[in-house]
């Protein structure tokens, strides 16, 4: 690490370019503060990947930890919407805040893609172009070749290229660069921790910026991948984009000490300190769910016979926590009038809130839970 070189910058005539060493190469690690928080780190997962079995029917609540990720990750890259409204169909949304809607549900949808195609896709430029494609589809950067690399240059902040924050490697690069990438993430030649791994993958990934618009967005995605592809977690778990959005200004100025100073060591320290903190608060989370479980469990006991119906609304919440009573129909197989019914138990328990304030069209929302996750 005391040898790290980041990479050079070459004139291009008008600008200058950051061309980045390749990093699949042996790794020496040294540095006694790294290794410390890395051990700090290791701890911290194998607590939170405990949850795992440890939680009954964990995968209700991946949904929202993936919503959560959805709109913290957009939010960085300056889209406004928030929990509550991405729980929300599009019509719910008013027009101005339609575009920002479509980009969190695709975050969505290309983050659950992803980790299903890691049962037939290794972690690899491919998978990542086909998360990128579903990512882009419809929304702004439709017109930016989605699920392909770029073949033009690229910039970070400016108005133009000439007084750009960052310029990325030219386009004749990208390909080179993302297949060492690629090999540096399955190399076992040369063993290094995989949290260091990770986060040397995620800074060289957003350096390379290899797609013309979604790049952040991508990298923070590949994160999570990454630690289920190698079995660090069992279930997609940890999500950093919330400790990246609260400490933007420091994850953005990391990233640019290494390409300026060589400086990893401070972005390894970050990375970790973030596995660190967002371990601990879903470890948090996780044990506010199972308390919230236990309360729900004693309230739907005074039910009677509208229990087991219950039980099925409650189940279909963990996952989404807004209802309406056509879904409630749908998921108990009862009549309008006794969807209602069963409403009006759950509200007086304190379980629903009715959140229009509307005679018709009424949604319910499960906020009890859903605080949980803001």
């Excluded at 993302?178 to 995620?202: G, Q, R, T, V």
């Excluded at 309230?299 to 009573?325: C, E, F, H, W």
């Amino acid at each position: 690490m005391k040898e790290f070189k980041s990479g050079t910058y070459i004139s291009q005539g008008t600008y200058k370019s950051f061309q980045p060493e390749k990093i699949n190469r042996e790794w020496l690690l040294e540095d006694i503060e790294v290794i410390t928080l890395l051990s700090k780190a290791d701890r911290q997962l194998g607590r939170l990947d405990m949850y795992s079995e440890y939680v009954p029917n964990i995968e209700l609540f991946i949904s929202m930890h993936v919503l959560k990720e959805a709109t913290q990750s957009s939010k960085i890259e300056g889209t406004k919407t928030n929990i509550e409204e991405a729980l929300q169909d599009i019509s719910d949304i008013s027009e101005e805040k339609r575009d920002d809607w479509e980009e969190v549900q695709n975050y969505i949808e290309a983050l659950n893609s992803a980790i299903k195609e890691l049962d037939n896709l290794p972690f690899s430029s491919r998978l990542i172009k086909q998360t990128h494609q579903i990512l882009l589809q419809g929304v702004r950067g439709k017109h930016k070749i989605p699920g392909e690399f770029r073949t033009s240059q690229n910039w970070i902040g400016g108005a133009s290229i000439a007084d750009a924050v960052f310029v990325p490697p030219i386009h004749q690069e990208v390909s080179t660069l993302m297949n060492d990438l690629e090999k540096f993430a399955h190399n076992e030649e040369f063993p290094f921790p995989d949290l260091l791994k990770i986060a040397l993958i995620h800074y060289q990934f957003e350096t390379i910026h290899p797609f013309l618009d979604g790049n952040g967005r991508v990298g923070r995605l590949m994160i999570t991948l990454y630690l289920v592809e190698k079995g660090i977690l069992k279930k997609p778990i940890l999500y950093l984009s919330d400790f990246f959005e609260r400490n933007r200004e420091l994850y953005y100025n990391n990233l640019m000490k290494v390409r300026t100073s060589h400086d990893i060591k401070q972005w390894f320290k970050f990375f970790l300190v973030g596995v660190v903190e967002t371990a601990k608060s879903s470890i948090e989370t996780f044990d506010k769910i199972l308390k919230l479980q236990e309360e729900v469990d004693e309230k739907l006991q005074t039910l009677g016979s509208r229990t087991n119906n219950a039980r099925t609304v409650i189940s279909y919440l963990y996952q989404r926590p807004m209802i309406d009573a056509n879904k409630v129909c749908e998921l108990t197989e009862v009549s309008p009038p006794s969807a209602y019914k069963l409403i009006a138990e759950l509200e007086k328990v304190n379980i629903l809130e009715e959140v229009t304030g509307g005679q018709r069209g009424k949604q319910y929302w499960f906020s009890d839970y859903i605080r949980i996750f803001k």
